[in-house]
């Protein structure tokens, strides 16, 4: 069983940057993928970046290439999403998820466990 918990969510203006945490309990975290998706009001969630268990591998969306990082800690059971040039199309409820299994995905459905949700707005 791994719990997760979201921090580091807030209101930012266009062009700001912000990063999420996502703490996880459990001895396994290390053996685990890790993943971040975002849901907006109205719209299905979406995935918005993915991390192997050691960090060699890595997958973004389209929409967040180049200004999004995903990185991990694995000796504080740890992982991060840098989010830079936010635009107000980045405004949802990220969430941190964690896959059974080493090697990163793209889909939700691979991650069996989520965390609660961070919301992130950014204003115009």
């Known amino acids: 069983q791994v719990q997760l918990v979201e921090s580091g969510g807030g209101l930012v203006q266009a062009g700001g940057s912000l990063r999420l945490s996502c703490a996880a309990s459990?001895?396994?975290?290390?053996?685990?993928?890790m993943g971040w998706f975002r849901q907006a009001p109205g719209k299905e969630r979406e995935f918005v970046a993915a991390i192997n268990w050691n960090g060699g591998t890595t997958y973004y969306a389209d929409s967040v290439k180049g200004r999004f990082t995903i990185s991990r800690d694995n000796a504080k059971n740890t992982v991060y999403l840098q989010m830079n040039s936010l635009k107000p199309e980045d405004t949802a409820v990220y969430y941190c998820a964690a896959k059974r299994g080493t090697i990163a995905a793209i889909t939700s459905l691979s991650y069996a466990y989520w965390g609660q949700g961070t919301q992130v707005t950014v204003s115009s």
């Open positions: 459990g001895r396994t975290f290390s053996s685990n993928a």
